[in-house]
C-alpha cells in the first residue's frame, strides 16, 4: 500500500496495484506448496480496467510459476453472450476479417453456472475442447442458503433418464447431468474436463456427489 499510493496516492489504481503485489506474493510463497491457484475475479472487477489488468497480470505470474490457475468467475449465459464469455477466459478472441488472437486471461479453467441447462454449458464446453482447457460447474454451493433451491427434491421423473428411481434433489440431477455433459471427454486418467464445484462446507453431500 505504501509503495502503491506513493506512486498513485489515494486512487483506485494504487489499490489494484496492491491486489498485484499481495497476489504475487502469495504466489511466490505457496508454488511450491501447492498445484494451483483460483483468483477471484470480483474483487479485481470493483477496481475497474486497473483491475483487470492485476487480474491479468496475476494469473499470468502464477502460471509463469508452474500453478494451474483456475478463474472464479461464476460465468454463464447463452447464445453469443456464453460463447464470448468462453472466449474471453478459455479460447480465442475475434478480430478482424475473421481473424482470432488468444485471450489476454491467462488462465486454465473458468468457474461456470448452470442453471440456464446446457445451452450455457455447450460454449464453453467447446472452448475447453479445443484449447485443452477445463471448467468447474456449480452443483452444491458453500452458503447456507444453498438448500433453499439446490437441496429442493423434485419430481420422482426426473431421474428416470438416469436409470434412477426415487426422487432427487435439484443438485443431485445437476450432477448426473454434469457426468452425461462430460460423458465423452474421459481422458486417460479417468477425469473429463468438466469438473464440479461442491462445497467442503457440506462434507455428506460431498461424498454423495463423489460416488
Not at 500453478?67 to 479460447?91: M, Q
Not at 461456470?112 to 456449480?138: H, N, Q, S
Request: aromatic share 10%; with cysteine; hydrophobic share 40%.
Amino acid at each position: 500500500k505504501v509503495i502503491q499510493t506513493t506512486i498513485h496516492g489515494e486512487t483506485v489504481q494504487a489499490a489494484a496495484g496492491s491486489f498485484l503485489e499481495f497476489g504475487k506474493g502469495i504466489i511466490d510463497a505457496v508454488y511450491d506448496l501447492v498445484p494451483c491457484v483460483k483468483p477471484q475475479i470480483a474483487f479485481y472487477e470493483q477496481y475497474g480496467h486497473f483491475g483487470i489488468k492485476a487480474f491479468e497480470e496475476t494469473c499470468a505470474y502464477a502460471r509463469e510459476k508452474g500453478l494451474i490457475v483456475i478463474a472464479d468467475g461464476k460465468r454463464n449465459d447463452i447464445g453469443t453472450t456464453a460463447e464470448a464469455y468462453a472466449a474471453a477466459y478459455l479460447g480465442e478472441v475475434p478480430m478482424f476479417e475473421g481473424a482470432v488472437a488468444e485471450s489476454s486471461f491467462k488462465v486454465d479453467a473458468l468457474t461456470v453456472t448452470p442453471y440456464l441447462g446446457y445451452d450455457g454449458i455447450k460454449p464453453f464446453r467447446e472452448a475447453c475442447r479445443k484449447k485443452g482447457k477445463g471448467m468447474f460447474v456449480l452443483v452444491k454451493t458453500s452458503n447456507p442458503s444453498s438448500v433453499d433451491l439446490q437441496d429442493q427434491l423434485l419430481d420422482e421423473k426426473a431421474g428416470e433418464g438416469f436409470g434412477l428411481n426415487g426422487r432427487l434433489k435439484n443438485y443431485e440431477l445437476i450432477a448426473h447431468l454434469l457426468e452425461s455433459w462430460g460423458a465423452d471427454e474421459v481422458g486417460e486418467c479417468g477425469y473429463s474436463f468438466m469438473g464440479a464445484v461442491v462445497g467442503a462446507t457440506f462434507p455428506e453431500q460431498a461424498q454423495e456427489i463423489r460416488a
